[in-house]
């Protein structure tokens, strides 16, 4: 029953490199989301996704790209990392419904050098 | 539109001292409510929510929180705090039948002292 993973943990990038976030969940959620937490900013919503192959634009999608080929996985790509981008990544899915509330992974800590 | 406001960055307080997180909400259309909890290093865990019915939550942990349509307002509360509960406690909101993406407050510190 792992619920929400996120790879890999930890990461440092220098400045126009591109890597992919991967989050799985095995809990059939229709709901995908990826947020980035910064100090005193709370979390901030990136790009999101209300069932396979399709994604929408959160509130600061700008630098990322995402997609959900399959219903378990969502991905976040950095096409060229840049120092702003510095952050803890976190992803969530949801039920369509969210009675139930999101479930978290535990984030991916990106330094962007 | 909805937005969320925690009024206090961070809030010390004293191992067995009862404590209150507050949380304010703006919104056009009624709204469910939640407080998620976040320990060091980890994801946020869902403490509890309200989705209607009874006004006074209880959720894990102790928490409870009481929504107050009146004064907009979904304050969480705990009556006596011990040293595990330091931790980052958010506030959300998501607005009934509309596109259930929830807006987070910018969270509160909660740090219990011995």
């Known amino acids: 029953n792992a619920g929400v993973t996120q790879t890999p943990k930890f990461r440092v990038l220098k400045t126009g490199q591109s890597m992919t976030l991967l989050c799985a969940q095995d809990?059939?959620?229709?709901?995908m989301y990826w947020y980035r937490q910064d100090p005193g900013m709370g979390l901030r919503l990136i790009h999101y996704?209300?069932?396979?192959?399709?994604?929408a634009k959160g509130e600061v999608p700008d630098g990322y790209n995402v997609s959900r080929l399959k219903k378990q996985n969502f991905l976040l790509g950095l096409e060229s990392a840049a120092p702003s981008q510095t952050s803890v990544y976190f992803c969530?899915?949801?039920?369509?419904?969210?009675?139930?509330?999101?479930?978290f992974g535990s984030g991916t800590r990106l330094t962007v050098v | 539109a909805q937005s969320v406001t925690q009024l206090d960055s961070q809030v010390p307080v004293f191992e067995e001292a009862p404590v209150e997180l507050r949380c304010n909400y703006s919104?056009?259309?009624?709204?469910?409510l939640f407080w998620y909890v976040q320990y060091p290093n980890q994801g946020l865990q869902l403490l509890l929510k309200?989705?209607?019915?009874?006004?006074l939550v209880k959720g894990i942990n102790g928490f409870e929180a009481e929504f107050n349509k009146s004064q907009t307002s979904f304050h969480l509360r705990k009556p006596s705090v011990h040293i595990s509960d330091t931790a980052e406690y958010f506030c959300?909101?998501?607005?009934?039948?509309?596109?259930?993406?929830?807006?987070f407050g910018r969270g509160t510190s909660l740090i219990v002292h011995p």
């Open positions: 969530a899915s949801s039920t369509s419904g969210q009675f139930y509330g999101y479930t």
């Open positions: 809990m059939n959620h229709e709901y």
């Open positions: 996704s209300v069932g396979e192959g399709t994604t």
């Open positions: 919104s056009s259309v009624s709204v469910y």
């Open positions: 309200y989705l209607s019915g009874s006004t």
């Open positions: 959300a909101v998501i607005p009934r039948g509309g596109s259930y993406i929830p807006t």
